[in-house]
């Protein structure tokens, strides 16, 4: 009986736990207590959020300072004397005011090559579909005045996958080109492009209210019927570009281009059909024209790239509004690609 009454008096141990009566008694200024770990904590939240702020300031600054290095910062040059070395000015995309092969990027990385007396020749590497006969042209008369002004610094093109139409408008400017058996070579043509949305207004009942000042300054609209006598007059000028092209294309070739039919037809050919053709001169690489035609392995790099700044500023869409405006203003310009 002892037992159970012992059993029956005693509570369970979690009661024990829970139950004020046998909790150990507070301490006094508890609240206090309280209190401080609040305010320690509180004060480590801002210290770190101080610290990450400190950091978050730092990263921007040196983003910063390494966008003023890079567009602002010393060119080749500018550098020490790297000793006898070879050239090399890079095209790499479609060729077009302020793009990847636009003439003022272009010219000024040629100007510095020429001008370095340390570069014993210059490699204009170009990987173009083509683009604009106005920039391809400005380079090219630029490499026929430098290769005059600077005859012992010969200037050769090294073909990487393609160079077609503007891109081999600038390389038939050099004293040599060389190929890959497999780049794409040619394309000596021009176009100009649109699309004409009559047939689509009519199904949808859009009407188009164009008012002129000029009988043709609605010249090719896309929203109006296809003139006749405009589409004359764009195939004229489109033939007078080609035949400068064509002309470009014989000077800057000579007696080693082999003329056939198709030869200006807006057709290309494989690296190896175009050295048979004429079109090219031999098979070669960056390195090995360094190698074998300059005697030097010393490659320096020209290329003008774009900045930290500009490459953000893309990034994040500053020059959308400005690419749509050249989309619809620049529609029907003529074009070698």
Same mark, same amino acid.
């Given at each position: 009986m ?5 059993? =029956?008096?005693q ?6 736990? #829970?139950?004020p009566?046998a ?8 609240e206090?207590?309280?209190?401080e770990?609040?305010?320690?904590a509180?004060?480590?939240e ?16 040196t983003?910063?300072?390494? %966008? ?6 010393p ?10 070395? =070879? ?15 636009? %003439?003022?990027?272009?010219?000024? %990385?040629? =100007? ?21 006969p106005?920039?391809?042209?400005i380079?090219?008369d ?19 996958e ?10 038939? %400017? ?15 043509? #021009? ?10 207004m ?21 929203f109006?019927?296809q003139?006749?006598?405009?589409k004359l ?14 002309d ?7 007696k080693r ?14 690296g ?13 690489? #960056? ?9 030097s392995t ?6 003008q ?13 500053a ?9 619809f203003?620049?529609?029907? =310009?003529?074009s070698?690609?």
């Open positions: 002892s037992n159970d009454n012992d059993q =029956t008096n509570s369970p141990s979690w009661q024990q736990a #829970v139950t009566s909790a150990a008694p507070k301490k006094e200024g508890w206090r207590e309280v209190l770990k609040l305010a320690f509180t004060i480590r801002q210290r770190a959020r101080r610290r990450w702020g400190i950091f978050f300031k730092f990263v921007t600054l983003l910063i300072a390494f %966008a003023l290095w890079t567009s602002f910062g060119s080749v040059s500018d550098m020490e004397n790297v000793g006898p070395h =070879t050239a090399l000015i890079k095209i790499d995309g479609t060729i077009e005011a302020k793009g990847a092969g636009d %003439a003022e990027s272009v010219i000024t %990385a040629l =100007t510095k090559a020429y001008t370095d007396p340390g570069s014993v020749g210059l490699i204009l590497q170009i990987n173009s579909p083509g683009g604009s106005v920039q391809a042209g380079i090219n630029e490499i026929t005045r430098l290769r005059k002004q600077y005859p012992k610094k010969p200037l050769y093109v090294v073909v990487n393609i160079c077609a139409s503007g891109g081999y408008y600038i390389a038939v %400017a050099a004293d040599r080109i060389y190929v890959n058996k497999a780049s794409i070579v040619g394309s000596i043509g #021009v176009l100009m492009d649109g699309f004409g949305f009559t047939g689509t009519e199904k949808l009942g859009v009407e188009r209210r164009l008012l002129t000042a000029g009988e043709n300054k609605g010249f090719m609209d896309p109006s019927p003139s006749e006598k405009q007059y764009a195939l004229g000028m489109l033939d007078e570009i080609h035949q400068q092209f064509i470009v294309v014989r000077k800057g070739r000579g281009l082999k003329e056939t039919p198709e030869i200006f037809s807006g057709l290309f050919w494989s190896a059909k175009s050295v048979e053709l004429g079109l090219a001169d031999g098979f070669g690489t #960056v390195e090995s024209v360094a190698r074998e035609e300059f005697k010393n490659i320096v790099d020209y290329t790239r774009e900045g930290l700044s500009d490459r953000v500023l893309r990034k994040f869409g020059a959308a509004g400005a690419s749509a405006v050249k989309t203003a620049l529609e029907m =310009t003529p070698l690609k």
